[in-house]
Each structure stands twice: as C-alpha cells, then as structure tokens.
C-alpha cells in the first residue's frame, strides 16, 4: 500500500500524473532511506534509475579533466522534493555529474528494470512521464538560456552594445531586416530581455 503522504509529495513533483497514476508509479518502485554521505548517482554511470527525492538535502559535483589534472567541483545543491536522473531516463547516456546526499534522503527509486517492465506493462502511464521529465529538462535548458543571456547582456548601455556583447560569445549574429523579421515571426512579439545597468 502507498504512503499517502508520500503519494501527495510525488503527486507535486509530477502534477501531469492523475491520482491512481502515481500509485502505479510507486508501485513499481522502491522506498529507500539513505543515511547521509550515501551516493544516488556516480558520474559515468549508464543506468536509467529516476529517483524521487521526498526530503533530504543533495549535492551535485563533476569531474573533468585539463591538460594539467583534473578538477572536482561543486555545480549546485538543491533540497527535496525534487526528482533526479530524469534525462538518463530519457536519453540513456553516461550520468554527467555524481549526486550526493548531504543529510538523511527519503525518495523512491524507480529502477532500471522497474521502468523496463513499466514500459510494457502500462505504456500510457511510461509515456506520461516520459513527457513530464521532457518538459522538466526543458525548463532547465529555458532557465539556463535565459540567466546566460542576462549574464552577457550585464552592463550593455544601449542596443548596439547588447549586440556586439551576443557576437563575442556567438559567433557572428546579425540584426535582421525588418520585413524578414515580420515575415518570419508575424504574431510574435518576441521574448524581452532585458539590459542595461543594475
């Protein structure tokens, strides 16, 4: 039987999952508490394990390597509920950093073999969340676009400015004619960033 506690956490962590879909969910994974200082996910590693954080406080490291040696650093930290691993469920690739737990953690683990079996057992509720992790990497990928554009665009004074600050890091970006313009984004009025001083 689900935690229904545990139900609601999940349930907020993915709001496109009905009721009944995040016991589903649940049933097939596993409850684990890991004492602080437990490794969730090791850099390098391929598994496809999602894992949904209840409570506890995470860190995230990397690792790379220069001409010169390597470097281990901290990328962010983060406390739950949060779920975690959900672009090697997706895409199946090496794990890019290596997750720590920094205080006692409380999640389920949805394993590798666990989502295999989902996949043919209850391929609706795969696909949803499927679409729930795409849409969670995209908003990644939108919030870090966004605080890098305002991070090239600190200090520019004025258009020109904003311009030749996007070329240093781009490449060669060009303002484009205004009938061009029309033409190819005719009810878009376009996304504001701003710059400037402040």
């Not at 220069?66 to 930290?77: E, H, K, W």
């Not at 209850?122 to 949803?128: E, G, S, Y």
């Amino acid at each position: 039987m689900v935690d229904e506690e545990h139900k609601k956490i999940v349930g907020n962590l993915l709001p496109e999952l009905e009721s009944e879909e995040i016991s589903q969910l649940l049933g097939y994974s596993e409850f684990r508490n890991k004492a602080p200082g437990h490794i969730l996910i090791n850099q390098g590693t391929k598994d496809q394990n999602l894992y949904l954080v209840l409570s506890g406080d995470l860190a995230i490291f990397q690792k790379i390597r220069l001409d010169y040696g390597q470097i281990v650093f901290r990328t962010g930290a983060f406390p739950g509920p949060a779920m975690v691993g959900e672009v090697n469920l997706l895409l199946q690739n090496e794990r890019t950093a290596t997750v720590l737990g920094v205080s006692e953690v409380n999640l389920y683990i949805l394993f590798e073999e666990k989502y295999k079996e989902m996949e043919v057992n209850d391929p609706q509720l795969t696909i949803k969340l499927m679409r729930a992790a795409a849409k969670r990497m995209n908003g990644y990928s939108e919030d870090f676009r966004k605080r890098m554009y305002r991070g090239i665009l600190d200090g520019a004074e004025n258009h020109a400015q904003a311009l030749q600050r996007f070329q240093k890091w781009f490449g060669a970006w060009r303002e484009c004619p205004d009938a061009l313009a029309a033409k190819l984004f005719p009810d878009y009025e376009g996304e504001n960033i701003s710059f400037g001083k402040g």
